[in-house]
């Protein structure tokens, strides 16, 4: 008797176990699309090897206890950025790029001292014999 109260409807729900918040698919309010609840996604942040170049330079120059933390606090930066940026400043990421005449004469140059190596280890080698033999 009180499956003829209860109707099927097309979602395969009951009509009787919904509730009535007027979301339902028949229901007369349909045609209002609430509000997004959840804001946008924030874009990522980028930094110029510039600015992490002058917060590298400030927080080094900072002598005062606590300084650190308030420059971050002032720049809405995290200490992980300054590890990762340390890191480029060593591996001469930060640098300014070079020109292409400059590349090419640290090419020349790194082959040119790749070569001086090897004849530098083969004369230490042609040494130590001779120290043996004598």
Same mark, same amino acid.
């Given at each position: 008797?009180?499956?003829?109260?209860?109707?099927?409807?097309?979602?395969?729900?009951?009509?009787?176990?919904?509730?009535?918040?007027?979301?339902?698919?028949?229901?007369?309010?349909?045609?209002?699309?609430?509000?997004?609840?959840?804001?946008?996604?924030?874009?990522?942040?980028?930094?110029?090897?510039?600015?992490?170049?002058?917060?590298?330079?400030?927080?080094?120059?900072?002598?005062?206890?606590?300084?650190?933390?308030?420059?971050?606090?002032?720049?809405?930066?995290?200490?992980?950025?300054?590890? $990762?940026?340390?890191?480029? &400043?060593?591996?001469?990421?930060? %640098?300014?790029? *070079?020109?292409?005449?400059? +590349? !090419? #004469?640290?090419?020349?140059?790194? $082959?040119?001292?790749?070569? &001086?190596?090897?004849?530098?280890? %083969?004369?230490? *080698?042609?040494?130590?014999? +001779? !120290? #043996?033999?004598?």
């Amino acid at each position: 008797m009180m499956d003829k109260k209860r109707k099927t409807i097309e979602f395969g729900e009951l009509e009787g176990d919904r509730r009535s918040t007027g979301n339902s698919p028949n229901s007369s309010s349909s045609n209002l699309i609430p509000e997004a609840e959840v804001s946008t996604k924030k874009k990522r942040r980028r930094f110029t090897k510039e600015y992490k170049l002058s917060i590298l330079k400030e927080i080094d120059s900072s002598i005062k206890r606590g300084a650190v933390g308030a420059i971050l606090r002032r720049e809405g930066l995290y200490y992980s950025h300054i590890v $990762k940026w340390r890191e480029q &400043l060593e591996l001469g990421k930060l %640098r300014k790029s *070079l020109s292409t005449k400059d +590349q !090419k #004469k640290i090419t020349e140059l790194s $082959k040119q001292n790749r070569k &001086l190596q090897r004849e530098l280890n %083969r004369s230490k *080698l042609i040494i130590n014999v +001779q !120290k #043996k033999n004598f």
